[in-house]
């Protein structure tokens, strides 16, 4: 998964979704990476892409074709 600018998405991200809401991605399951709260049994049968914890709605998931759809920033690295 890359946010608009190509940054490619990492656990722990702190990201601006459409330039407003805010979220943090806990599980990368592209790249296998969750954090213990989102474990793997419970999110990678989703199959691509990332959850994120947003201040919208809770756990959204999101993959490489919602992304490119809406601007996705990256604010901070984890």
């Known amino acids: ?27 990368d399951i592209d790249g296998d990476e969750y954090l213990s709260k989102y474990p793997r049994q419970q999110w990678g049968s989703l199959g691509s892409g990332v959850m994120i914890n947003t201040d919208f709605g809770g756990l959204v998931h999101y993959d490489q074709e919602s992304f490119d759809g809406e601007l996705m920033e990256l604010v901070k690295r984890a």
């Open 1 to 27: 998964m890359n946010y608009t600018d190509g940054t490619q998405a990492k656990v722990g991200d702190k990201v601006l979704i459409g330039g407003r809401h805010h979220g943090v991605v806990v599980a």
